[in-house]
């Protein structure tokens, strides 16, 4: 069964510091998702990641795949308080008719 | 244009009662998932439907809930004799097609209350 796993679940940081959170999943996969959702809000999709290698940037956020090491990573630069908010990675259950498994998401609390 | 809504927004209902949530994907969307969020938690897979085909029921708990999409757009999910454990947030999402490069359109989502 596929498993995924953020870390850490809780951060709390300054601004203008960097830092990066973690997804591992348990089975093989090449497609992975990163969401925001700030509190009482739906789901905003941020990336979709598709292949080994796969880079993507929007602003101060970048994610990265690395299906090898069923591995993604979303890095935040130089943070600011607008970025505080719950990040939730998802994975694409291939061998599953492409259910869809979250992790229990990263709740990031940046302060000013 | 629009997004996917949901209703009803809120449902409160007391223990042993039917509800049905509703789900109005994004128009043209084939894909349209059920998840059930916790507070604190991630999404929990329900179900998914391709155009009206339920194509993964694996996650609907027991089989108080069913879900059904008849005519490939709109969706419900119905679950029958609640129970205070089904409380929790309601979440539909729809992309224009299953895996690949489409992304998932979150609605506001339904919060039970189950008393």
């Known amino acids: 069964e596929l498993k995924v796993e953020q870390n850490p679940l809780f951060l709390s940081m300054q601004e203008g510091k960097n830092y990066t959170i973690y997804c591992n999943y348990s089975t093989t996969s090449d497609r992975l998702y990163w969401y925001r959702q700030d509190p009482g809000k739906s789901l905003e999709s941020l990336f979709v990641l598709l292949s080994n290698g796969a880079v993507k940037q929007e602003g101060r956020l970048m994610a990265s795949l690395d299906t090898k090491a069923r591995l993604s990573t979303l890095h935040i630069t130089a943070a600011v308080h607008d970025l505080s908010a719950t990040y939730f990675c998802?994975?694409?259950?291939?061998?599953?008719?492409?259910?869809?498994?979250f992790g229990k998401g990263t709740r990031l609390h940046i302060l000013p | 244009g629009a997004g996917v809504s949901q209703s009803p927004r809120y449902k409160v209902t007391k223990r042993g009662q039917d509800v049905a949530l509703r789900c109005d994907p994004i128009s043209g969307h084939v894909s349209l998932y059920w998840y059930r969020q916790a507070l604190g938690q991630g999404p929990e897979f329900l179900t998914y439907?391709?155009?009206?085909?339920?194509?993964?029921k694996s996650g609907l708990p027991n089989d108080r809930f069913s879900a059904e999409r008849p005519e490939g757009s709109i969706s419900t999910l119905t679950i029958q004799r609640t129970e205070q454990r089904d409380s929790a947030m309601y979440r539909c999402a729809s992309s224009l097609a299953a895996g690949l490069v489409y992304e998932q359109y979150f609605g506001p989502g339904t919060r039970l209350t189950v008393t």
């Open positions: 439907f391709n155009y009206e085909a339920q194509q993964d």
């Open positions: 998802a994975v694409d259950h291939m061998n599953r008719d492409d259910k869809i498994i």
